[in-house]
């Protein structure tokens, strides 16, 4: 609807509602707006119908929808034709979003959506979706429509985009569900999949034989809150984003990112940010979050597409923090390779049994990183970086001679107190004064996202995950898991480590994974394959 009609001036408001209906003409959403001035999402939404009520909008908009004869084969375009046109190109780019029906488009984030898509060359695609509203104030008449805006890119079809990745058209989920994906694991066999939905949500799904993990994501939508004044209203509008997925295709490759717009509807992609229907050189992007580093058993393909080939990551976006998680792997004396003694036997025979070999190898890495990204890199502190920690505690310096006189130097340095892993960062390291190692529990926050938790631990010293992280209540960056996903605001990347690694024997859900934190504080997954991580 159109908030910037003159006759709108005319109604009779009070201050708060004058205020409100400022904001809509900002473009900004009833979320926003609640945040803004510390409002309930409820307050807010009465005081939008309130004004809807009063300029006798909803009649208005019915009568403009559609024609009661309407079937719903007219409301719902068919593009199957178009699409299959386009799906035979061998690479292409595709914005994948949702909408609900008799509901408006949030018109500033959609005309962003139509210029990415001229920007990129891409194809919009709309998922459409039904939620039936009773306390609705846009209709009440007893059949279904859609905004004229997106009935042109309405598909409600299946279809695979190649042979890794289907769209689910058909599949419909209320937009008040919690977690949206919950059993649908097996909806697309082997292939990820994109289901439309007004949340973003992502799980990654173990595969077989060394098969691409699948992963399953929904869209966001491109239309405004308009939920039920109930418990199940409130949740969904708490967590409705305006957002769509991004894929590009190459062959049976395709890469996967996130737009997350604002409360006004503008968002970034990679170094382009997309404001009132214009494209833009974006803002330098905050922090990149990258995968588990692992030190020695780190993939050469996915650590160069993150820190060192001249298109990498940290090179195309130059952030200003880069955090690392588990960047040591300490296989060299891992209780976990302890207790086997032909793993021992292995690493001693190639030589890879010396704690202060593997020590100064990680070290060397974190130095290059250092060097060649020009970003503040933070170590968050991980459970494989207390691996060293547990074997200062537990070895007997005797029976392990090639490493007996470094656990003598360890051992007084944790009796004070201190980190053995950054006391010997400080004496090998080149760049360690530009280096910063986070304690367990020390903050690190970025644009109100916390970056200083590794995953392993949850509440009260439980075991982490993200489920149990959503109750936080306040939005979180995740590494541990090695699988990437999303739940509410909270996180996870995947890993920079080889992704075999001897303990994760059968199928596997371990992705190379980072997370690109934009300088509007909203984030998106940048997933590397082969190497690559884009076009």
């Not at 305006?242 to 992609?269: C, S």
């Not at 170590?379 to 060293?388: A, L, Q």
């Not at 201190?418 to 080149?430: G, H, I, L, N, Q």
Request: charge should be neutral.
């Amino acid at each position: 609807m159109n908030w910037n009609d003159n006759a709108l001036d005319s109604l009779d408001l009070t201050d708060k509602q004058r205020e409100v209906l400022e904001m809509l003409r900002e473009g900004k959403s009833q979320k926003g707006i609640a945040e803004e001035l510390g409002k309930s999402f409820g307050t807010i939404t009465d005081h939008v119908k309130y004004i809807r009520k009063k300029a006798n909008i909803g009649s208005e908009s019915k009568a403009q929808a559609k024609p009661e004869s309407a079937s719903i084969q007219d409301k719902i375009t068919d593009l199957s034709r178009d699409y299959q046109r386009f799906l035979k190109q061998r690479r292409f780019t595709m914005i994948v979003t949702s909408a609900q029906n008799d509901t408006p488009v949030h018109e500033r984030f959609f005309n962003n959506l139509l210029c990415a898509c001229e920007t990129m060359g891409a194809k919009l695609l709309a998922i459409p979706f039904r939620y039936k509203n009773p306390t609705s104030t846009f209709v009440e008449r007893p059949h279904d429509y859609w905004d004229e805006k997106v009935r042109p890119y309405l598909c409600e079809d299946d279809f695979e985009v190649n042979a890794n990745l289907m769209i689910l058209g058909r599949l419909k989920t209320q937009p008040t569900a919690v977690r949206p994906l919950s059993g649908l694991e097996t909806a697309s066999g082997d292939s990820s999949a994109i289901i439309g939905h007004a949340k973003i949500q992502l799980r990654s799904i173990a595969t077989q034989n060394n098969r691409l993990p699948k992963t399953m994501v929904t869209t966001g939508a491109c239309t405004i809150e308009n939920y039920t004044d109930s418990k199940a209203g409130y949740k969904g509008e708490a967590r409705h984003t305006l957002g769509a997925a991004l894929i590009e295709v190459d062959g049976d490759k395709f890469f996967l990112r996130q737009l997350v717009a604002d409360a006004r509807g503008d968002f970034i992609d990679l170094d382009t940010e997309y404001c009132m229907g214009v494209a833009y050189q974006a803002p330098r992007p905050s922090l990149l979050a990258t995968g588990d580093l692992h030190g020695v058993q780190h993939d050469p393909a996915a650590v160069n597409a993150t820190f060192f080939a001249h298109n990498s990551m940290a090179k195309f976006f130059r952030p200003k923090a880069i955090t690392i998680d588990d960047s040591l792997d300490f296989q060299s004396a891992s209780h976990h390779n302890r207790r086997d003694p032909v793993v021992m036997h292995r690493l001693s025979s190639k030589g890879l049994d010396s704690v202060e070999r593997e020590l100064k190898a990680t070290y060397e890495l974190i130095d290059r990183i250092a060097e060649e990204t020009a970003a503040e890199v933070v170590i968050k502190r991980s459970n494989h970086d207390e691996h060293f920690d547990r074997w200062v505690k537990e070895t007997d310096p005797r029976k392990d001679v090639i490493n007996g006189l470094l656990w003598c130097e360890a051992f007084p340095v944790m009796v004070d107190g201190r980190d053995p892993y950054e006391y010997f960062a400080s004496k090998w390291m080149r760049n360690y004064d530009s280096v910063r190692f986070l304690k367990r529990d020390e903050s690190y926050t970025v644009d109100g996202v916390s970056h200083d938790g590794h995953g392993d631990m949850g509440a009260n010293g439980s075991r982490g995950g993200l489920i149990q992280f959503t109750r936080l209540g306040s939005p979180a960056q995740w590494g541990h898991s090695h699988s990437p996903g999303i739940e509410d605001d909270q996180y996870q990347h995947g890993t920079l480590s080889l992704l075999r690694l001897g303990y994760n024997k059968g199928p596997s859900s371990w992705q190379h994974c980072n997370t690109i934190q934009y300088a509007n504080g909203k984030r998106s997954h940048l997933f590397i394959i082969d190497g690559r991580w884009r076009f």
